[in-house]
């Protein structure tokens, strides 16, 4: 399957949840704001929506710094 992420294509070989794409990807859940299809998700549905070929997702990451 296909899904765009922050308008770049990703390929997948099934529908995964949130979570799993952000493990494929190596990022951390705790760190991170999902949008999918333009509808902010809650952290504690990231488990529990899954993801479709050509659905989108846009990621905005915590980074800390000083």
């Known amino acids: 399957m296909e899904v765009i992420?922050?308008?770049d294509t990703f390929h997948f070989e099934q529908e995964l949840s949130i979570v799993?794409?952000?493990k494929e990807l190596e990022?951390?859940?705790n760190r991170v704001v999902v949008e999918?299809?333009?509808q902010l998700i809650q952290q504690a549905?990231?488990?529990n929506q899954m993801v479709k070929s050509s659905d989108r997702l846009e990621l905005l990451e915590f980074v800390g710094g000083g």
Request: glycine share 6%; charged share 15%; net charge negative.
């Open 5 to 7: 992420i922050n308008g």
């Open 20 to 22: 799993a794409i952000l």
């Open 27 to 29: 990022i951390d859940e």
């Open 36 to 38: 999918h299809n333009q």
């Open 45 to 47: 549905q990231f488990h």
